[in-house]
């Protein structure tokens, strides 16, 4: 499965062809550096471990930097692995650049979504919140009754609550590449793409590709 991980710049938007402009997110996407191969032989599943943003020795334990020596890149501060198939080989040191994609192709996108801190049941799970009128003062943005009576005496497990909100990975699947642009190492990808600008993003190839329309 091929893939690569970025970081996200911004949204920007872009006029095609036919003159319809398309909103984008563009990334600054590698270059990545392959850091380790899994083998099925020596560890039981395939798969490759992926290097980003090169940083400085001292940002790193030293665990991590002799683990990046023996493959021989220089020190970087992001790692992710992926799962690739039989047919796909990678070496130790070999670069990734964002033409693996093409423009057109559907990718999944996984990031981590933007922080919201202990937020109420409104914001957090879009409650309506109590009456405006008929004398309420403190229900306004209150959840209501969160149980019932005697039976079962308790709070149902999964209940609608308060809480941090945010935080968590999210991936966006059958995300469009509307632009490829090597030189300056850059994807467009049509929409909204989870996480804060500058947060690290994992660009794959889409698990459930989109049928054409008439197709099953």
Same mark, same amino acid.
């Given at each position: 499965m091929k893939g690569i991980l970025g970081k996200k710049?911004?949204?920007?938007q872009v006029i095609q062809e036919d *003159? @319809? &402009?398309?909103?984008?997110? &563009?990334?600054?996407? *590698?270059?990545?550096?392959?850091? !380790?191969?899994?083998? @099925?032989?020596?560890?039981?599943?395939?798969a490759v471990q992926l290097g980003f943003e090169p940083t400085k020795p001292k940002h790193l334990s030293q665990g !991590? !930097?002799?683990?990046?020596?023996?493959a021989a890149v220089p020190p970087l501060r992001h790692l992710?692995? @992926?799962?690739?198939?039989e047919d796909e080989q990678y070496e130790l040191g070999q670069q990734v650049l964002v033409d693996i994609f093409q423009p057109g192709e559907c990718?999944?996108?996984?990031?981590?979504?933007?922080?919201r801190g202990f937020q109420g049941v409104v914001r957090r799970w879009g409650f309506a919140g109590g009456p405006r009128t008929h004398g309420q003062s403190d229900r306004e943005r209150a959840? *209501?009754?969160i149980g019932a009576c005697a039976a079962p005496g308790k709070i149902w497990k999964g209940k609608k609550m308060p809480g941090r909100m945010g935080g968590k990975k999210v991936t966006v699947s059958n995300v469009e590449v509307?632009?490829?642009d090597r030189e300056r190492n850059l994807l467009a990808l049509r929409g909204? &793409?989870?996480?804060?600008?500058?947060?690290v993003v994992l660009i794959k190839v889409a698990r459930k590709q989109k049928v054409a329309k008439g197709g099953r």
């Open positions: 710049v911004g949204m920007t *003159g @319809l &402009v398309v909103p984008v997110t &563009v990334v600054e996407a *590698g270059p990545c550096y392959v850091t !380790q191969v899994r083998t @099925l032989e020596r560890d039981g599943y395939r !991590q !930097q002799g683990h990046l020596k023996r992710r692995e @992926l799962r690739i198939r990718v999944d996108v996984e990031a981590r979504s933007k922080g959840p *209501g009754a509307v632009v490829v909204s &793409v989870p996480g804060p600008k500058g947060g």
